[in-house]
């Protein structure tokens, strides 16, 4: 059965950590793997890796695929109280067209 | 430019009651999704549309019926709520392929 695997489950930093966050996966058909920002509503997208090795950035945010172990990491650096959210990890593929989300980590940046 | 519009955002029912929530996605998209939060379990699908006129469970189907009712507009029917229907409802939409989703601003649904 497809799976998307996350942890930690529940963080809590000091402003001005870095944090690493991670994502493990069993999927069919992979073709891409996505993280989201959730805070009180939808979850808004951050990231979609396709590639092994190849880092995807976006300011203090950052994150790579490694097909070959399954995985993904997300990376915040100098965390800010704003980047208190739920992360998600997502995985394109699977024995039908659908994506399959982790149960999410969920960040505390406390002050 | 709207994306994903999702009503109504709250819902109280009780036990036994049925109601339909609405979606609807102005971006062209071919595949619409109905998702469910719950704590602790992060987002579950329940049903699915690849294309207008399709509709396919996913994971957790059982209570909810779906239509696809043009290229634009995917519902979610509940016939019979029950209070472990509880939750928050996404929509959702994509292009398809690698695309990744779009989501609506979720339905937060309570059965008592």
């Known amino acids: 059965e497809d799976k998307v695997v996350q942890s930690p489950l529940s963080l809590v930093v000091h402003e001005g950590d870095t944090v690493t966050l991670n994502c493990s996966y069993e999927v069919t058909n992979f073709r891409s793997l996505l993280w989201y920002k959730q805070e009180k509503k939808a979850p808004t997208f951050l990231f979609m890796l396709?590639?092994?090795?190849i880092e995807k950035k976006s300011g203090r945010l950052s994150s790579i695929l490694d097909k070959k172990e399954l995985s993904s990491i997300l990376n915040i650096t100098a965390t800010q109280t704003g980047d208190s959210a739920i992360y998600l990890c997502a995985v394109v593929g699977g024995s039908y067209d659908k994506v399959i989300f982790g149960p999410g980590t969920s960040l505390s940046v406390i002050p | 430019n709207a994306g994903v519009t999702q009503t109504p955002k709250f819902q109280v029912l009780k036990t036994g009651q049925s109601m339909t929530l609405q979606c609807a996605q102005d971006m062209n998209h071919n595949s619409m999704y109905w998702y469910r939060q719950d704590p602790g379990m992060g987002l579950r699908l329940i049903y699915y549309s690849a294309s207008e006129g399709t509709t396919d469970k996913g994971e957790v189907p059982n209570g909810y019926n779906v239509s696809r009712l043009n290229k634009r507009e995917f519902s979610l029917r509940l016939e019979s709520a029950a209070p472990s229907q509880t939750s928050v409802y996404f929509c959702a939409s994509r292009t398809g392929g690698d695309g990744g989703y779009t989501f609506g601003s979720g339905t937060r649904l309570t059965v008592v």
């Open positions: 396709t590639s092994s090795g």
